[in-house]
Every structure is written in structure tokens, then in C-alpha cells.
């Protein structure tokens, strides 16, 4: 039976889309059968994964869902797959919070890309609220945490950042996505972050992420 992983923010920009797809591939380089759920009808993943067929690189497989009823729809595919992930809209329209309200319901886990400013902060407080509503009447299901992108790990701002994520009450990834470019040159060439060298510093992080995915799951 798959495990469902929704990587959901309402806030847009985030890096919902280089989480998804970074978080799939390191789970199938693992041995892991893995499947991503494209639920934005911006296609941004269906988008990578055909960029990635087109220049022969090694993939998951993609499905677009861009539809209310996603939630439903994966109770279809959880016996062929380990892992369905699933990349989540932005905004805040009827269609998209149906979207997130189903994926709070279904999901086994949650991250929560955030990027460092206080306007994103602010605004991921409506998908976190939701979550905690969820758990409440559930004994603590889905689990969730946040990951930090885009930061500057040793700077004032990094750590105002967590301080004031901390008031969420939702637990932190254990490693953050640094500021770079090769996380997003890599997705416009239609390879993940595991293309690159071992040494590479999202590369590290994203395996460190896993390794916590896979101790909660």
C-alpha cells in the first residue's frame, strides 16, 4: 500500500514543484516504486517529467489529477506504487482549497515548502490551520513538517525565520534547501538534484529529507 505524500502550500513560489520532483527521484534512486501526482493545472511536473523523457533522463512516472476529487482518485493506484507524490495548487479559490481538503484527508504526510519572508510565513498559515484542524480528530494524522527554502542558513533573517515558524507548531525538516541555482537549472533541463555530484549541497539536504520521510512513514 503507498504512502501518500502531498507537498501543499497555498502560497505560490514556494518550490513546491523542485520539492516534488527532487523528493520523488531520491526516493526511486533508493529502489522505491514512485509516482507523482500532478494536481496543479499549471502542469509544472507533467511539464519536468516531459523534459526529462525528451532528453533521456531517468524519471518517474507523472500523472496529471488536476481536479477536486484527487484524493479519491489515488485510492486507485496505492497497491502499484510505494510512494504517490503528489505536487499541490497554490491560490486560494473553491477549487483549489477542495484540492487541499481532500489531501489533508488522504495523505500519510505533509511538507509545507516555505520560502524566508515574513509574507510567506503569513501566508502558509491557512494550510498549516487546516492540518491541525485534521489532526485534532484524528490522533495526530496526517504528519506534516515544514522545509525551508531558498535560505541563508547563518543570518539573522534565517533564524527569525524559524523562531516565528516555530510559533506554528508544526515541526521543522531536519535540513533546509539552501539559496542556488543548480536545484533550478536542473529542473529546466529535466533532471533532478541526484543528476548532480554527491557532494553537492541540495543534494545532501534532499537525502537528509528523505531519510526523515521515510523515519515518520
Known amino acids: 500500500m ?4 502531498a507537498v501543499a502550500n497555498q502560497k505560490g513560489g514556494c518550490g513546491k514543484t523542485t520539492t516534488t520532483i527532487n523528493l520523488a527521484s531520491g526516493l526511486m534512486e533508493r529502489g522505491h516504486r514512485v509516482c507523482i501526482v500532478d494536481a496543479d493545472p499549471q502542469g509544472s511536473s507533467l511539464d519536468w517529467a516531459a523534459q526529462a523523457t525528451s532528453n533521456g533522463h531517468n524519471a518517474p512516472f507523472v500523472m496529471g489529477l488536476a481536479r477536486p476529487e484527487v484524493y479519491k482518485e489515488l485510492e486507485k493506484i496505492t497497491d502499484i506504487y510505494d510512494f504517490i507524490i503528489v505536487d499541490s495548487p497554490s491560490g486560494h479559490s473553491p477549487f483549489v482549497l477542495e484540492i487541499a481538503a481532500g489531501l489533508v484527508k488522504g495523505a500519510d504526510l505533509i511538507i509545507i515548502p516555505v520560502l524566508p519572508s515574513g509574507l510567506d ?3 502558509t ?3 498549516v490551520e487546516m492540518i491541525q484542524a485534521r489532526q485534532l480528530i484524528t490522533d495526530g494524522s496526517p504528519q506534516a513538517f515544514i522545509l525551508l527554502n531558498q ?6 533573517l534565517s533564524q527569525e525565520v524559524r ?3 516555530g510559533q506554528f507548531g508544526v515541526n521543522l525538516a531536519r535540513a533546509e534547501i539552501s539559496l542556488g541555482e543548480e536545484i533550478k537549472v536542473a529542473a529546466l533541463e529535466g533532471k533532478s538534484i541526484f543528476a548532480l555530484s554527491e557532494n553537492n549541497k541540495h543534494r545532501i ?3 537528509e529529507i528523505i531519510n526523515q520521510v521515510l523515519e515518520v512513514l
Open 2 to 5: 503507498a504512502k501518500i505524500i
Open 121 to 123: 510565513i503569513w501566508a
Open 125 to 127: 498559515r491557512q494550510t
Open 151 to 156: 535560505i541563508r542558513s547563518n543570518t539573522k
Open 205 to 207: 539536504a534532499f537525502n
Open 163 to 165: 523562531e516565528s515558524i
